[in-house]
């Protein structure tokens, strides 16, 4: 009996500590997006996670989760993402792969101010286009002292942009056929980290900085001389970039954030249309220039250029916080920007002024939807996006 006793008095820590790591759980559930890209979308989300501890920065050491919706303007999509923030020590590792259709995205042209001099009293469809992407990027980051982290990624992404029936803005600078090509990419960025939370984060901030390069070619159409047919041309190279995004938080009371940041990119010459439309991310990239993750005044798409310049001020204040169950979040927010050809320029020449409030709405622990109304030089828009805008 003594014995047994001993046996069970050494084996109890170990096990005590097997408990403590919380398992891998699989979990469902469906929701609804919406926005004047993609219309209404139903989307279907499966994951297999591990929670992180409850006052871990992150949700979850790891989680692999497969989203598919189907949207009312012909718009789809099928990802695939992983994220390891916690499985390693000192390393996180992420990976986001699928395919998306965007019905009615926007293409307003290109020229020095991120846009065509197009009527924009024309049609709603006269700016719209099918953007097809076929996408699949890594990354590892790991951490050199304290805060401040190095970050490697590499990726793939397949395009095409398709006309509609209206598509003249489109048409008139790429002709009938559609833009397709292939743009492979690698990147190497600095990011200084002191948030307290990840998902909610009160104070802090987030500096990344980072340049990249691509395969992709600059494709230019033009009819030949004599009212002969379309002639197609392409850069002699791939295209390199660098970009700098900072983001900062604090709590001047309990349940009131304010929050802001301010992100710049440069492009060469040579990139093609979709490398212009992307400011890269740590494990997020932002689209160029319009949507719920930019400047929420505008349709995703509204400007883009070798050249951007993005701010947004926001307060967010809690309005009903259920603890595990979930928040709903009052926002205000002030978003500026400009899209330009061109390197990186400080100048607010040009600048695209607009604002409005939205509702944030956190479920459980880890889930996460915004709805943005906003109003700026377009007039009002609505966004939705599954996070906040930064």
Known sequence: MRRLLLCLLFAAPPLAAQEEVNPWRVSDFPYLMGDPTNGLQIIGHIQYAREADYDARVPYDGYLALEAAWGTRSSRFAVLKFRGPKLKDGWRFAFDGGGVREGKFGYYGQGPNGQGGFDLDSPTDFFRVHRTRYFA???????????????????????????????????????????????????????????????????????????????????????APGGGGPVTSFSGSGYAGGYAHLRGYFSPRSGTILAGRVAIRGLSANAPLDARYVIPGWEREVTVLGGADSHRSFVRGRFVGRGVLLGSFEVRHTLIDVGDYGAITLLAFLDAGRAFEGGPSLTTSGLKVGGGGGLGLKVIRSALLTFNFATGPDGFTFSMGNGWAF
């Open 137 to 223: 990027r890594g990354e590892v980051t790991r951490r050199l002292v304290r805060q401040l982290h190095a970050a490697v990624s590499a990726g793939v992404v397949h395009y095409q942009y398709t006309l509609l029936d209206a598509s003249d803005a489109f048409r008139t600078d790429y002709l009938d056929a559609p833009l397709s090509g292939t743009d492979a990419s690698a990147r190497l960025a600095l990011v200084f980290d002191t948030r307290n939370n990840e998902l909610v984060p009160a104070k802090g901030v987030l500096l990344e900085a980072g340049v990249y390069a691509g395969s992709g070619k600059f494709e230019q159409r033009n009819l």
